[in-house]
């Protein structure tokens, strides 16, 4: 009598498969546990160094806000040893280090201090650098526009306007100019192919004074009349090889003018009210943070921090 062929236990298969689901499922899980376990030591990791980086970065600033508040001579220039680049300035703490580089600024015109204390009439001493400016970069139509947008009344300069978006106060950053439909990144920033911008001329960091053991030759140029090329490149050659404290050592530069001292005498400084920092944290296993913040030197104390980024 032929017997049955015996077919596979249809109940013991499923559990089986089931089996193997759970067990896919529970290494899939592992994985990805494991993944995110990892994903999340480095997030700490990576926020534990910012942290420490930050706190290191802070207590280095007061340091630096230090060094600056007791540099009490009559100059600020790149020949001081404190604000010499190729010279490093490093700060132990620990297995950490903290290298600082100090830019003296107030090297350009101080946008915010180019009225008188009405806060509407263009100070003299600025006039002729404000209408230079906007001729190298071919906007005139522009000039009397931003004294409209900054100055402290609402009333219109003749050919220029007032709006309700207009400051009418100091700004805190050039990139305000950007809310005026005239001014676009290009006339703020510049490019490769485009003039001089306005971040070359002006800034929002510097006292009432230019200092000009630091100012570039395209600011020397246009801040007097008889200031021309070959005074201005005379005068950058004399002071790479003696810092300027007074009036009297600009006319020791060959052909000075010294007929400017009355136009000018005011707004020419020796010293900055402003300074760039620039650090660099690094920990003993060579990862590193940079920032970049703007200090004060302080009116009898030391400074503070105006600017921070990092």
Not at 53 to 74: F, M, P, Q, Y
Not at 79 to 98: H, M, N
Request: hydrophobic letters at 40%; a negative charge.
């Amino acid at each position: 009598m032929p017997t049955k062929a015996s077919c596979p236990n249809s109940k013991g298969g499923f559990v089986l498969v089931t089996v193997l689901l759970i067990v896919t499922l529970l290494l899939s899980a592992a994985a990805s546990f494991t993944w995110f376990a990892r994903q999340e030591v480095r997030r700490v990791s990576a926020e534990e160094f910012a942290l420490r980086a930050r706190s290191l970065a802070v207590v280095a600033s007061k340091t630096v806000c230090g060094w600056i508040a007791d540099d009490d001579n009559e100059y600020d220039s790149a020949r001081e040893l404190l604000y010499a680049p190729q010279i490093p300035k490093i700060l132990g703490f620990g297995t950490w280090s903290v290298s600082v580089k100090i830019v003296p600024q107030d090297h350009l015109i101080p946008i915010n201090s180019i009225f008188l204390p009405d806060g509407v009439t263009v100070r003299k001493e600025y006039e002729y650098a404000w209408k230079r400016v906007w001729e190298l970069l071919g906007r005139n139509d522009t000039a009397d526009l931003i004294l409209d947008f900054l100055d402290r009344d609402t009333i219109a300069k003749a050919g220029s306007r007032e709006e309700e978006y207009f400051v009418n106060r100091p700004i805190s950053d050039l990139s305000e100019l950007l809310r005026l439909p005239e001014v676009d990144a290009k006339l703020l920033y510049g490019s490769d192919e485009s003039p001089p911008a306005l971040d070359k001329f002006f800034t929002v960091y510097g006292g009432p004074g230019i200092n000009v053991n630091l100012a570039p030759k395209i600011i020397l140029s246009i801040l007097d009349p008889e200031l021309d090329e070959s005074k201005v490149d005379a005068l950058i050659a004399h002071r790479q090889g003696e810092d300027l404290k007074s009036f009297a050592d600009l006319l020791k530069s060959p052909g000075f003018p010294s007929g400017i001292r009355a136009r000018l005498e005011s707004v020419l400084a020796y010293k900055s009210t402003f300074f760039l920092v620039e650090m660099k944290v690094q920990n003993g296993e060579g990862r590193e943070r940079s920032f970049t913040m703007i200090v004060t030197r302080g009116d009898g104390k030391q400074g503070k921090i105006v600017s921070w980024r990092e």
